[in-house]
């Protein structure tokens, strides 16, 4: 054993093990995938218990549909943010031309093409802000829409499909 290596403290926190084990894990499995069996063989190995395992499983699963569902709402806002830019885009193409046209220079179009782009640009700001209270907002405003308007296609589509059997 080397200098170095006496040096080095034998006692690890518990962040330093999963950093350590999530990348022996890694690259024992060459990329590929474990199956459920093999889990519960490693958290055995490990002495963890079976229930441990199993509520942990169900959280991640929990974290995974948290994070599809902000994945979902990331999209959503950008394609709004698009939406909007090319609305910006056409309206102040149009009143440029139309103030080239009637004044032979720009003069009023560029107040509206400044004060509309800045509320694009803080639009854009706060679609690409992905963290924060005001995001938080916002997702949970988007999350209950969208929730609403599953249930609601849900109801229609049952009272459609009642009608249907009705006639």
């Known amino acids: 054993m080397t200098i170095f290596e006496s040096k080095i403290s034998r006692s690890y926190q518990q962040e330093d093990i999963q ?4 990348l022996a894990i890694a690259r ?3 990329g590929g995938e ?3 069996e093999q889990l519960l063989e490693i958290a ?3 002495s963890i218990s079976t229930e441990s395992l199993l509520q942990a499983e169900q959280e991640w699963r929990l974290q995974q549909q948290q994070q599809q ?8 806002r ?7 830019f ?11 031309c139309l103030n080239l046209l009637t004044a032979g220079q720009l003069s009023w179009s560029l107040y509206i093409l400044l004060f509309w782009g800045l509320g694009l640009g803080l639009n854009a700001w706060d679609t690409y802000q992905l963290q924060g209270e005001n995001y938080e907002r916002a997702f949970q405003k988007w999350y209950r829409k969208h929730q609403f308007t599953q249930v609601a296609q849900s109801v229609f589509s049952r009272i459609n499909n009642w009608l249907k059997a009705a006639s």
Do not use: M, P, T, W
């Open 19 to 22: 950093q350590i084990l999530n």
């Open 28 to 30: 024992q499995s060459d």
């Open 34 to 36: 474990f199956s459920r």
């Open 44 to 46: 055995a190995e490990l």
């Open 69 to 76: 569902k902000h994945q979902q709402f990331n999209f959503y």
């Open 78 to 84: 950008r394609s709004q943010l698009k939406r909007r």
């Open 86 to 96: 090319g609305k910006y885009l056409i309206v102040n193409l149009f009143l440029v």
